[in-house]
Each structure stands twice: as structure tokens, then as C-alpha cells.
């Protein structure tokens, strides 16, 4: 699929409505009428072969009929039909389509082959489809879906993989006060995904915000990549669905589509910097405050309160979500001392009492945030930053009310509402508890776009959302990021997976995953196998001693019952009598038709000499949508029942990366030594990290890939127990 | 305090209000307009000495001015004057007081002696007090509050400890649709607490739920014996704040109270069942539920959606939640696969597609719940059960909504209600996803208690609850536990602190330890201090060989560093040799004044002769409210960086709480035996938890302990490591 501009989607100078109808019950009628009373201002015709004119529209019986050129088609017909339209869609030279018909991949059998059909037409013809099986596309210049109302317009963007989520929240979003950029429904992702239009809404003026409700990502490499850039201009929040069992049942029935781990979406959401919403509520609340409140410069609020319990659970919902309080400098702390009554609280957060009128929040306000002419604003906060590095301004700012005798709500709103125009760059959101008394004031916040909550526990979870999108601007795009990849033998490991799947084994052995490891250069004991006598006696000085040796054969699993081992061989002659030794065992005691390839000779490590030894376990699991996930955690055999593990994808796995996966796990603070220990060498750990990840990449065909114990030194590491598993 | 039944707080046959006014703008006349306008039927006295007339009541000019008996006193005059009032009523006989007077322990200094004083008297005089500092109280007989609404009336009692949280809790619910049995603010709690009016609620007719608001409890114990009882009857939610570090700071700068722990708190809630809402939109919506749904026989759900992404929404909720999925016996899912269109899905969550009409769900819940006459209902579900013992009815149901073309919501709302009569007890919420489309819909269901919530995941936050209060009622009440005590001789253990005091020291030594562990029966190495050479000769044998040596001293902290250790004593002579070496090293190298208590002989364990040797943690710390909480987990020199430990109250610790305490660590899992290891001698750890609970309990003074490690072994376990702290 060629990249293009989607620009003739958000504003085409011509649409086609291919099965326009007359008849006010079908979706061919309900489009028409959506596009005309949208106000577009282009050229629309509808087609269908048995109309004259419909809505007013002069009516042709196909799109070849059409004289002049046209944008966009939207296809209405039912599914048989669909492939044959599209190839007079093709000759007509149309650019775009939105395919609202249903009965494609999602229905299985004859749908999917009629998915694949279409989809070739178009990637042929250079034209770029929207759907099959969704309900269409609004932009702020025309409505071409068969929604029943037309939502507000505004500045966040919202994209459904789901048509009926999307006709639920728009009707939801009614109630209130943000509007949409484009309203645009996925269906089943032929051919356009949520990556072609974030791409295009990345640049477009009129988006602030972009929402997206998804079962599933198709395209993850070009996800990781094309977001990653995104998030740096402006916030990307995903309801990512299917997360459960029961729910990746309920995905798969429903659009056909495979979904992918949800470890490996949350792992992708961090990497891209996309902000995650748990539940339809949270992307709301989120594509608000983005929409209309600026973002904190810094991590230091302040909670405003006329209550003790209120602020006290304002508080706890804070430091819930890891926001910071503000410390006041002296001077702020003396003027609210002096000017609010005894029983006020002056620390943050601030509890300005039961008797607060509008004025005393008014006092508050202006104090907090200097605003108060007998401030000299400059001067005072220059000393205090130097003088006080903990004390500040703070950078946003909560107000709970809970109406009481003097509260006067409306009047405490009209007063935020102003004191918010003078301080701009703060984020402003406000929690008045109630119902019937607190309405007016709460509404009078809303509509003028300060978000208003009844509980401060929402009011936390959005400032949170807005802090941790700051940090997520700052990651380095993921485009500009190029691995320094190490010097390998490529070759040789091809050879090798060329062996064992001659083989016909998936499971690597020993001697094999020594040799891959050296190639990579991850350290791993000396080993070579040997297949005589005499070859063990030559081979052997080359490992150095003492060393063991072990029987090789995919049939004998358990070596030692065999006979298989025998450790601690001292010279070159012990190393011969070994390998006739192990023969006469295993052919006594192994399995009949064992296959012996030879006897595996091998470094013995003295790790009782190392002065620390820590068990490491490292491995590597493929997700189907954003590929190899590499995993480092505490190791040994208890490693499955300590669970202290940590994973990352190894798309643009980073040294940086490499170290903060790592940093992710207790083990970590071992590794750092405790208790007067030494240090291991942690720079060690990571470079296997880094060489393992471009094992992996380099090798799609690995599918698995273990070592545990991966031993940490004070100098070195050293991978023990290996095991590669390759496609069979 | 004695308790007593708190019955003419809720049913008084007369109430004076003392500080009645006739000022508009007074709380004095607020309160009297409040009960007025309440309805109340019984005798009402203002209390004024300048008014002769109050909104039509007589005013007197004290309460002993009035003849008749008084139950209740309200009083809201200024709080200097309040201690006087106080004599009289109690000259007057009257039952109970509520104080809405501010101006006490919340203000500090003054305040705090004449909140001694006001308890102190009632207390004297036998009345009960509500507050002060408060709302005031409003039952479904009056309202003696001064609210500037009277809330609906309903079956959930409600309770807070802070009056502006009351406030606004109340207005919010004026727009909900349920209501209240009672209202309590209980303010500084100079008397009665929330523990005395759960007592009361308990068994309240009048009252399904008990919701309550509470920044600390003052009455540890008895919450816990007392809430143990109650939530086997009814359910109670509490909205615990003070939680963070800000929180806390909030709330004891506000109540003057000293905020325990949160994990003490947790735990006091799961041991007595209370369900913790974490913010105010929980607190209503539990509430909700309770008062109008029933309990689930059975944590098994079906969710019915007419759309794919909002039934995966759900599906992940749920999981989330925990809650699990009926599967559907095979003759239901024949018929659903028989009548519903090819596209829907007939599992768990039901698909019912989107052009799905009121009809079709009509058919979905008719044939799911058996309603349809088609089914004979007992033979066919008694013929499931044995043999298809995994597939059933649900016990419950969320219906998903999410309006589209041919929907009908407010139909579909109809339906709903109608089925939920067919099956009273089959709980039922829903979430129709919308705004304006719903709206209708969505009310009449609220309106005749069916939740309906715009989004699923709050359907699912609801019936989780619900499915956790029928675990919390299947607990054994606390009360009815009789912990069997190890019989012990505590009168040794009283004189080891009464030397250890003497001597000036909080932390006792090694050989002290090893003392008191012995008299609990807690294994420990033998252990015993020696004063001579000959009492090291003569001792040693009752120690058995081999043993270690080491020299008891406060002053000497790293006895191997200045020669204060000897290991692997054989023998009589060499312990009688070991203790005059010892003794010149340590005067050569220890501190110049170190007190020199003696040599201590321990017991040497050869753990490396043991099959398998575990390293656990167990400790105790103490929580100011509900006592000593005991602490057990994977241990060794790690302890610290693995936290892998949980946590228990010991009031009333069971063999089956340590049972339960230990399978929450990781390290359970090891000491069971895992790759074919012998299991741990668990049973000797439970015994330890058993009588270090016993001992914290039996000396109160004990205010840490430490074991770390207690090794584990395949038979027995060994405390090595013990250090115990005491008050100073």
C-alpha cells in the first residue's frame, strides 16, 4: 500500500454515494441526507440505476456516468455487489472509499475472500478504502455515515474500530461539552488503519487531541514507529479492548481479527508514548482535558478546598495517581496565615473552611498564584527559587467545593472562570460535590471548558493523564533511533538452523547454542563437541581444564541417570578415557535407539571462587502483532515461583532501554550490591540484553528462546543453561 | 461508655432544641424549621431564654423549665456556653445529646479540655452524645439537622465523620433515585462512634445498607468484634480517607485525630467484611446495588450486548473484576444458534447483533433464563446439572445497550423491567452506552431500581461487590472465636522485661530472646548464658556439642570483629577454654567500657546436613488502632529487596488466618515442594505464627519483633535470628 495523503478524505471537493436511495428507511438515504444537511459544499451525486434524483440530487446509474472527477465514493450496496462497483470506481479514477457495507471478513467464509478481493482492486488501482462494515467518515466538513445525529464539532479527533461503540459514544458525547475533528469508523481495516489517519491528523491544525476505541493493531511495526512520532505533537489516548480471556473471544468472533497479548499492547502504548484509557469514561475525560486545559509545566499542584473531608480525599486521590503537592514559599504561607481564619488549613492541600464565601476562595486563588497586586511577582518568586528549591508556585491547580450555608457555588465558578483566564498556562479542573445546589456553578465550569467533576478522585486521574503525557512528549522518536548493531556471522548461524531443521528438530543442542551465543559474543562456558577418543584428547586443551563432559542426543533427557556426565576432568588423558567412558554407559543404560552424536566437552565454571554470584533468567517470547518481547528477571530453578520478571519489545531496543528493563526488577537492587556487597557487572547483563534482542531480530525464525540461570558476576556474566527454539 | 440500645435517637418522643432562634439566618432556627418541616410527630421544646414563640412551638427558657420528659437535646448555642447546658440536661434526665455546636477538639487548646469535660459528664449521667461539631441527625422520623434539603427517604443508612462530606453527598444524591433511612454526622466523636450506630442498624428493619464516611476509627477492638457481626446481617461500605501521606496530614490537622495506618485499616476491613469503596462515586453506587438488587447465588454472569466492541468492553470489566462467565447448557445454545441471526454470538458474551429490537432481547434473556414455556424448566435444568455439572443458568445479568438504528432503548428499558419481576432473584443491572438516544431509557430503568449505567465497567464494579458480600458473609464471626492459648509461664517472661527495664535497655539480648521463645514453645537454637569458665564447662553439656560461643554485650555490636565468637566447640574443655579466650580478646579489642554480661553458648545447627533449608521473615509491628499486626515472608539477608511478606491483624488470629497469611507470600509455593522437592515442614511455621501472635498479645508492651531467619526445614523450623523490642 503506497503512503499517501488522506486530505481528499477530510475535505473532497466531490462525493459519490454509490446506493443512494429514496426510501427513508434504508442507510442509502439516511447517507445522503447526512452529507446535505452537514452543510458540504461540494459536488455530491448519488448513484442508482433505477432514480432520477433524490434529496434534491440529480441521480446517475453508475459512477462512469458521472462527467466530472470524484473524490470520494461511498458504497452502500449490498456485499455482492461491492467488488463489481469497485472496479468502475477504479476506471472512474476515484481516489477514496468508504465501504459502510457490511458481510466481509467479519461474517467468515465467501466475506473473506470478498475482503481480499476488494482490497487487491483498490491496492491496484492506487485507491485507498475505508472499511468494509463501518459507518462511515464525518469530518468537519460533511457527515457521509448513517449516524442518526450529528455530534458538535470541535478539536478532538475520534476514531472506532467499532461502529456501534462509535454511534454509543457520539450520542454519549451530546451531553457534553467537547466536539469532534472527525468521527471515523474502522470496520474491518482492508486496506486504511488507525496509523494511515493518525498520520494525517498528526499535522492537521484542526485536531488538538486524537481518541481511538480499538480491538486490534494489524500493522505493529508501522504502529511503533509512525506513533511514536505522533506523540510528541500532540496526545494519542486508546481504549484498547479485548483484554481478557473472554474478551479476545468475544474480538475474534466479532471482526475476525487475531488479537495480540495484551502484555504486548501495554508494552507499545509505553514505547509510542500512547496514553492508555481503561474505560470509555477515561478516554472522555482525557480527550477533554487535552482539548481544553494547557499542561503542567511541572509536577506540583495545589488542592483548594472549603472542607477537611473533601480535601482529605481530594489528597488521597492524589498521591494515588503520583501527583506532587506544591510547597508554598514563606511569604505565600504568612499571607494565608494571617488572612484566613484560625481553624484553615495553610498547607497543601488548603482547606479554607465551611464559612468560605466566593471571596475567601477568591483570596485564596490570588495568593496561591500571585496574582494579587501587592505581590511583586518577579522579584519574590526569583528569590524564592533560589533560596527555597523545594518551594513554588504551583503548576496546576484543583478546586473541591461542598456546597455549605455561605458557598454560593455559581459565583465560586464565575470566579474560577476568571482567575483561569489570568493564569492561562495552568490547569485549572474543579470537584464540587452535590447535586441540586452545586448544578448551576457546575455547569457554568463545564460549558466554558473547565472541566468540572462531582468527585475529586476524577479530577486527580486527569491531571495524572496530563502530567504523565509530558513526560511521554520528551522520549526521543523512535524513527531517529538506530541501533548499532554488532559485527556477527550471520552465516554460520544460518548454517546451523539449516542443520538442526535437517534434523527435523526445533529444539536447538547444547553445543549449538554455545556456538550461536559465541557468535553473538554472549559469554557462555567454553564448549565443542567431540566424536572420538582422540578428538576429545586434542579438542580438550583447546577448552582448558578442568572441564566436563556430556553425552550429546536429542533422546536422553536425562544425561546424568545414564551415565551421560562426568564432571571435573583434569588433563588431556582424562578427556580420551571420558569420551570411551560415557559411550559405554549410554549405549548400556540410554534409550535403545538413542541417536549419539558425540560427547559435548565443556568449561567448568568455579563459581564458588567468584567473591558474589547472582541467578539471572533471560528469555524472549514472540508477540503476532509488535514481534520479539524480551524478558529479564530473577533466575534459578525457583524462577517461576518468584515471578520477579520484566519485559520489553525489541523494536529499537535501546542500551537506555536495556537498563531501565532491567532496573524494572528487584533483582536490580542485588545487583547493585547491598549490604557492603560488591557490585556485579551490571554493564555485562545489558550487553547481553542488546545482543540477545538482535539475535532475535535478526532471526525471525527463532520462536523461544531461555536462559536461566544466566550467572552475574563482580566481572562478567557467564549463560549457563541455554534453549532455542526455531519454526519447525 | 455504657452500651445501650441508641433507639430514642431514631424514634424520640421529644426533642428540645436548645439555642433555638427565630433569626432566619441562625442555625438555631434552621434546625427547629427542619424537624418542623419533617413531619415529626412528636413534642418539640425551642430552648431560648429571650423568645417566648419559635415557628409556632412554645420556647422555654431552659430545659428544666419544661415538665415533660425530654429525650433528645440538640444543641447549637456557642461553645463556652455548652458545658452548662450540658449540667442541665442532665439535671433534666435527658437521653441523648446532639451537639452541633463547633469549637472543641477540632480547634485544639481550649476546645480539647472542654470536649473532656462535655464527655466527661454525659458519661457521668448516663447520656449519649452525638458529636459535637456535627450536621446533626436525621431519621425517617425527623431531621434535626441544619441541611438546607431534606434528601429522599429509603433504605440505606448513612453515616459520616465529616459534616461538609455529609453535604455534599446528600445534594449529590438528590438527583439518584434512591434513599435514606437515616443520615449521621458524627462529628468529633466525644461519645458515640460509627461502631454504636452500626450496632443499632443492625437490626434496623428499615435499613438494607449501611454506607459510612470515615477519616479514622478510635475504637479498634470493638470495631472489630462488633463490624465482624454486623456485616453477616447487612452489608456496610465505608469510604475510608486519610489514606496518603497528604491524606493523613489533611485529616489530623482537621479532626485533631490520629490517623492509623492504611493497611491496618485494610486489614480490619477485610477481617470484619466490610466492603471499602476507594471514592465517593463507589460509595452511591454499592449502595445502590444493595438497596435494590439481590444477592448472586453464585459468581456466574451472562452478558447480553446488541453489539460486538461494547460486549468485549464488558467481557474485559468483568474479567477484571473477577467475575465469571455462565456457560450455557447445550439445549440453550441450541436455541439460541437456531433463532439468532448467523452473525451473532451465542457464547458468553451474547452477541445479539446490531439491528437486534427490543424482540430479540426479549428472546435472548427468555431462553437464557428459562422464562420461555417452550423449556420445561425443572426437568431439562435438573438433567444439566448432572450432567453437564460445568454448564448453567447464570446468577446474574448485565444487559449492554448501545443505541442504534432499529433499538428502541427505552422498549428494550420495559422488557428489562418486566423479566426482573419473572426472576426476583437474579441480579440485574445495565449499561445502555449514550446521551440523548438513552436518556429515557436509561431513567425509567434507575427509576425503578435497575441500575443503568452509561458505561460497563461500572456494571461490573457493582456485581463484583455484590459477589464479594456473599464471601464476606460466610465468615465466622469474631465474636464466636475462641483462640485456645498455648499455656505458658508468663510470669518469667514479665521478670526478663522487668531486667531488661532495670538494665535501661528497649532491646533485649540474643540469650533473652532465646529464653522467652523457648517458654512459647518456639523453636530456637538451645541457647544459655555463662558467667565463669566452670559454668561454661558444667552448662555446655546441657547445650550439646557442637556448639558456638559468643560474648553478651549491649556495647558490642560486631562480636566477630573484636574476637567475640568461637564456632564449633567439641567438647566440656574447649567451651571452659573458649570462654577465657574470649574474654581477652574482647577486653583487648571492644569498646574501652563496654558492660560485659557473660559468654553465651548456642546451639551449632547443622543445616547443611539438612534435604532442604527455606529462609523465612516474621515479625510483628503495632498499628495504634487495631494492635499488633503480624508480618511472615521470604527472609534471608534479602528480605528487604524481594518483599515478598503479607500482613494480618492478630486480634483473633486462627490457625486458619495463618494458614491463609502464609499462601499469600510466594515462598508458599516453595515450601510446599516444588520440582520434586519434599515440602517444608509447614505446620511448625504455622505453629510459629500461633505463638508469636499469643505472645504480642500476652505482653502488649512488645511494640517489634523481628525473625529473620526462620529457617524451615522438612521436619521443624529454627527462629536463629530473633530481635525483640519493648516500651522504655
Known sequence: MAESDLGYFFNPDSIAVI????NETKIGNSVVKNIKNSGYKGKLYPINPSASEILGYKCYKSVLDVKEDIDIGVIVIPAKYVVNVVKECAQKKIKGLIVITAGFKEVGGDGVERELELAKICSENNIRVLGPNCLGFMGLNYNATFAADQ??????????QSGAMLTGMLDYSMGRTFGFSCCISLGNKADLTLVDFLKYLADDDNTKVILAYLEN?????????????????????ILKSGISEQGAKAASSHTGALAGSDRAYDLSFEKTGVIRAKTIEDLFDFGEIFAFQPLPKKNSFVII???????????????????KFA?????????LRKNLPAEASIFNPVDIVGDATPERYRFALNTIFRLDSNFDKNTISKSTKEDMPNQETPNGCCLILAPQ??????????????????????????SFIGGKNIAE??????????????????AAQTLKVLVKYCENKKRQSLKSINIKKFNVNKNRVNEIFEEVREDNRSVLLSYENNEIFQIYGIPSPKSKIVRSPIQAFDISNDIGFPLVAKVVSPQILHKTDVGGVLLNILDQKQAREAYTQIMIKVKKFGPRNAKIYGIEIQEMIDFKAQPKVSELILGMSKDPTFGPMIMVGTGGIYANFIKDVAFSLTYKFTREDAVNLLSQTKIFALLQGVRGEPPSDIDAVIDVLLKLSQLVNDFPEIVELDINPLLSFVKECSAVDIKITIKS
Open 405 to 430: 450555608a455561605l458557598t454560593r457555588p455559581t459565583d465560586v465558578a464565575s470566579l474560577v472562570l476568571e482567575t483561569s483566564k489570568k493564569i492561562p498556562d495552568i490547569p485549572m479542573v474543579c
Open 217 to 237: 493493531v494489524i500493522d505493529g511495526d508501522r504502529f511503533l514507529e509512525v506513533v511514536s512520532e505522533i506523540t510528541r505533537e500532540k496526545p494519542v489516548v
Open 441 to 458: 456553578g457546575q455547569k457554568l465550569l463545564n460549558d466554558n471548558h473547565i472541566p468540572c467533576y462531582y468527585f475529586p478522585s476524577r
Open 327 to 335: 510547597k508554598f514559599p514563606e511569604d505565600i504561607l504568612h499571607k
Open 19 to 22: 446506493g443512494a436511495s429514496a
Open 151 to 160: 455530534p458538535k464539532k470541535g478539536n478532538i479527533a475520534i476514531i472506532s
Open 305 to 323: 478546598s472549603n472542607a477537611g473531608g473533601p480535601g482529605i480525599v481530594a489528597a488521597d486521590a492524589f498521591s494515588r495517581e503520583g501527583l
